[in-house]
């Protein structure tokens, strides 16, 4: 095949021609290669801005998703309820205590439909608010609070006048029955506080007054008894009122395994001489001395001493108020039962509750405070425990205060085989002079110092239980 070049030659066009010909067609092949490898950079920096902008696309996805996870999970763990609405009505989100009220019967029901009124005010750009009272069991106070989403401000076009578009609206529900209950709680004891203060105050005034006009030296006498006697209530309730206060304060007070037969014994003896003077018999079961529980000693042995403080109080003379505890391994009941005046079926839902007497009369007569039990019952509640009442009138009372056992059994230090005759021996001797069997030992127990054995296995503690 003839070359082009010889052709073009061949037919009579000028060399010269030919050359310019050549040289334009190689520029134009040069600038279409050039361009060609600049497109294809061009090409190569799209593509990789593309994937750089599909990269941060999934990363913002990502992050969203996983602020809204987190968002999620912080409305689940608040204990009020939200709820929130798109403009439409339609609800987007609910956390987990709204989720209670959609499909609740009942007193909650109640709750979903006042929702969904307010919710429907709050869309027509109203904020709303209700408190609702839920009579229960149990008894429940819930306040609805309810205010629209608002987008960012626009301006409406040729006018100039802002405009708010409605986004939707939110809902919160809150009970507030334990705010309204301790609030109620609050104002009874200051109440309660003012007249128990004011009762003995006022009566050592007027008997002050009267002892300083009286002459006669027996009236007088008589009148400064008085006066003791009342000084000496108005002391005893403001001690408990301090026991109790720090009690309550003290809700995670510090623990450790305390011998049950050691807090038994101690408190028995600082109830003797009150029992003795109102010729009542104290019988005294002491527990396996391995019998242990895990918590604060002084707290545990001031709650066992008003129980036995009441079951002397509210005894008889010549009666008998028993002690023992018992224990399944995993608590242990310290129980006091008394053969007194027993509690009416009415109030027994109210008798630990501050400054509470049955027989006010009967209270006032022996001393009592009406803080007792109360405390008895705080320490019960610090202690993760219970106590728990059972009564029939005019036979008496049994109260059960039940504590975590210790994790393995407590044990004193090994005694030797004459130890042991020595402690059947003293045992022998308390129990024919009415003492708590054991007290005796407490001081040898002290004095000796005791050791804690290793905890016990499940299958051994079953085996003791």
Do not use: C
């Not at 310019?20 to 801005?49: C, F, K, P, S, W």
């Not at 109830?271 to 545990?300: C, N, W």
């Not at 127990?445 to 054995?453: F, K």
């Amino acid at each position: 095949m003839t070359p082009p070049v010889a052709v073009v030659l061949a037919s009579g066009v000028p060399p010269v021609v030919v050359v310019v010909i050549v040289l334009v067609v190689v520029v134009v092949a040069a600038e279409l290669v050039r361009r060609l490898v600049v497109g294809a950079r061009r090409i190569d920096e799209l593509t990789d801005a593309l994937a750089r902008t599909r990269r941060e696309a999934e990363r913002d996805r990502d992050q969203a998703a996983e602020t809204g996870d987190r968002l999620r999970h912080a409305l689940d763990a608040i204990p009020q309820g939200v709820l929130i609405t798109d403009a439409a009505g339609r609800v987007v989100f609910r956390n987990q205590i709204a989720e209670t009220f959609e499909s609740a019967r009942h007193s909650d029901a109640l709750v979903e439909a006042a929702i969904t009124e307010l919710v429907g005010s709050a869309l027509d750009g109203q904020a709303g608010r209700r408190t609702i009272e839920l009579f229960g069991p149990p008894r429940r106070t819930l306040v609805i609070a309810t205010t629209p989403l608002v987008d960012d401000p626009a301006t409406e076009e040729g006018t100039g006048a802002s405009r708010r578009a409605l986004g939707g609206a939110l809902a919160i529900v809150d009970d507030i029955s334990e705010r309204r209950r301790l609030e109620a709680t609050r104002r009874d004891f200051v109440a309660n506080i003012s007249h128990e203060l004011r009762t003995p105050i006022g009566a050592v005034g007027l008997l002050a007054d009267t002892l300083v006009a009286e002459d006669d030296p027996a009236v007088a006498t008589r009148l400064a008894e008085r006066i003791v006697t009342e000084v000496f209530r108005l002391a005893r309730t403001i001690e408990d009122l301090l026991v109790l206060s720090t009690i309550e304060t003290e809700e995670a007070p510090a623990r450790e395994q305390v011998p049950v037969h050691l807090v038994m014994a101690e408190a028995v003896e600082r109830i003797r001489p009150a029992a003795e003077q109102a010729g009542i018999d104290l019988e005294v079961t002491e527990p396996d001395r391995r019998m242990g529980i895990f918590g604060d000693r002084r707290q545990v042995t001031s709650a066992l001493y008003n129980l036995l403080d009441n079951a002397v109080k509210y005894s008889d003379p010549g009666a008998v108020v028993d002690v023992s505890a018992v224990t399944d391994g995993i608590d242990v009941v310290i129980r006091v039962h008394d053969r007194g005046i027993g509690i009416p079926k009415a109030d027994l839902e109210r008798i630990f509750e501050r400054f509470y007497r049955v027989d006010q009369a009967r209270s006032r007569a022996t001393g009592g405070t009406g803080l007792g039990l109360a405390i008895v019952r705080h320490v019960a509640t610090n202690h993760q425990g219970d106590v728990r009442v059972s009564s029939r009138l005019g036979e008496g009372s049994t109260f059960e205060l039940v504590l975590p056992s210790a994790s393995g059994p407590l044990a004193l230090a090994d005694l030797d085989d004459d130890l042991d005759d020595d402690v059947d021996d003293d045992r022998h001797d308390d129990l024919a002079d009415g003492r708590a069997p054991g007290l005796d030992l407490v001081a040898d127990d002290l004095a000796a110092g005791t050791r804690s054995r290793p905890p016990l296995t499940r299958l051994e503690r079953e085996g003791l239980a």
